[in-house]
């Protein structure tokens, strides 16, 4: 049957057991309409503004996730996997993970020693950590030079241990970190700095491609001042300061702010909370040209940091990257409340073969309106 419009098949190495990709047996037009119609019911008051999901060719929705966290046991042998209730359903070859991600398994299954107090695998790129639900250091003396020599040859440049006795939902501590091998941090596809805990998209030509629709809509220039909220390791950063704006970036991770400061040296990157930081954005801003950036975790923004948007901040304009439908059209919905308009409702297939599905909302101020007509771009 034709790729775009009949059922899939389960791909070589894909799990049955595993819950992880919901539309792994459908096609590409089959999950993307469903993806459109769970946004059209969950973004109802601007279906109007909704625009069709971007997505990728056939190929690249598989092998694309080159960044993971998986649970890890000793049953015989080592097993990577995901959790069903509590049972870990082992994924050695699984066809979404990309081959770096494969590679470096294979060789951690091989050499890792049995007693070793692994509980969690998680891996950024090209840096790994192994996550141990202990204070005590193991034993490190399983990890030899031919093993190194593997771990390179798979694509790794960094492999970290986290001491971790309380590893669960909350994956990473501040303390307990210690460079088992090679280098502490990478550069990603598009040569941004990044270490082992930093988030990354994980379909990077589409976020270029939502960074190129907000830049667009944004339209900053020398006379603007920019705010980023959750900025992460500094990409979005970097396409402001490209522009002559200033720019202000604020981000929890510390990691990730170390990362955004080399990345984006140009810009000023705040630690912390976005609502904690609410009394440095207001000092910092001054102009009256003002522009905004959000890309938020799945929980949203604060509702400090929405009041402080709509009471204080006003913005001009304002790009919001979310993968959460749910908390965004929460968020939309106060936005309003205070004279924005949604102006388009932009779908990203960041995740193919799962229900997940990005948003990028362009929104206008009221008072701005009369002047996008003459200047701003048009989305339909």
Known sequence: MNALSGPAQLADGCELRCRGCAHREQSLSQSLERKI?????????????????RSV????????????RLGAEWSGDWRFGTRARDELVPIPRCPVHSPRVNRTLSCLARHLPPGFPLAFYVQAGAQATLVAKTRQLPPLDWLSESGQAELAAAGLEGLWLHLHPAAGKRMFARSGWRLLWGQ????DAGGLLHGPQSFQQAMPELYQASLDEAERFLMPSPA????????????????????????AGVELNGEAVECARENAPGAMVLRGKCAHRLPQLEAWVGAPNRLLYVNP????????????????YRPRRMAYLSCSAGTLRRDLERLCGFGCTVEALLPFDFFPQTRHVEVLSLLLLAESRSLSSRTGPSHP
């Open 297 to 312: 975790p799945r929980t949203g923004l604060e509702p400090q940091v929405l009041e402080w948007i709509g009471a204080s």
């Open 37 to 53: 119609g769970w946004l059209h019911r969950r973004l109802e008051p601007w279906s109007e503004r909704l625009q069709p999901v």
């Open 224 to 247: 603007d001042r920019v705010v980023d909220l959750c900025c992460g390791i500094g990409a979005s950063l970097v396409r402001w300061l490209r522009s002559g704006a200033e720019v």
């Open 184 to 187: 502490p941090r990478s550069r």
């Open 57 to 68: 060719i056939e190929e690249r929705r598989w092998a694309y996730r080159d960044r993971v």
